[in-house]
C-alpha cells in the first residue's frame, strides 16, 4: 500500500511560479511511474506530466510542455512538479498518481494509488 501526500502553495498570479510536491509512505516509487494530473471544475481529469521513477524519464502534456517541469528526489521519496509562468487556465486541482505501467499512462483508470489532491488557483 502505498500513501500519497502532495502539497505546495496554492495562490499565485498569472505568470507566477508554484512547485507541488507528491511524497510517497508505505514503500518508495522504484519501478513505478508517477504522474500528475488536473481537474478543473466542470472537466474531467487530464494528464499534466509524468515521470517514470527508475530511468527519470518524463513526459508533459503539450499544454504544459515548456513551462512546467517534473523532477524527483530519490532520498526524499518525492516527485516535485515546478510549475513557471502559470496561467489562469493553469487553475484546477492537481493530483499525484502511481502506476506500475510503462510508459506512464495518460488517463486516470490505470493508476493505482492517488494523492488527495490540491488546490492551486492562478488569478489573471
Known amino acids: 500500500q502505498v500513501s500519497l501526500v502532495e502539497s505546495g502553495v496554492g495562490w499565485v498570479q498569472a505568470g507566477g511560479s508554484l512547485r507541488l510536491s507528491c511524497a510517497a509512505s508505505g514503500r518508495t516509487f522504484s519501478g513505478y511511474s508517477v504522474t500528475w494530473f488536473r481537474q478543473a471544475p466542470g472537466k474531467e481529469r487530464e494528464f499534466v506530466a509524468a515521470?517514470?521513477?527508475?530511468?527519470?524519464?518524463?513526459f508533459y502534456a503539450d499544454s504544459v510542455g515548456g513551462r512546467f517541469t517534473i523532477s524527483r528526489d530519490v532520498a526524499k521519496n518525492t516527485v516535485y512538479l515546478l510549475m513557471d509562468s502559470l496561467k489562469f487556465e493553469d487553475t484546477a486541482v492537481y493530483y499525484c498518481?502511481?502506476?506500475?505501467?510503462?510508459?506512464?499512462?495518460?488517463?486516470?483508470?490505470?493508476?493505482?494509488?492517488w494523492g488527495q489532491g490540491t488546490q492551486v488557483t492562478v488569478s489573471s
Open positions: 498518481g502511481v502506476s506500475s505501467l510503462a510508459p506512464p499512462p495518460r488517463t486516470q483508470e490505470h493508476y493505482l494509488y
Open positions: 515521470i517514470m521513477w527508475t530511468y527519470s524519464s518524463t
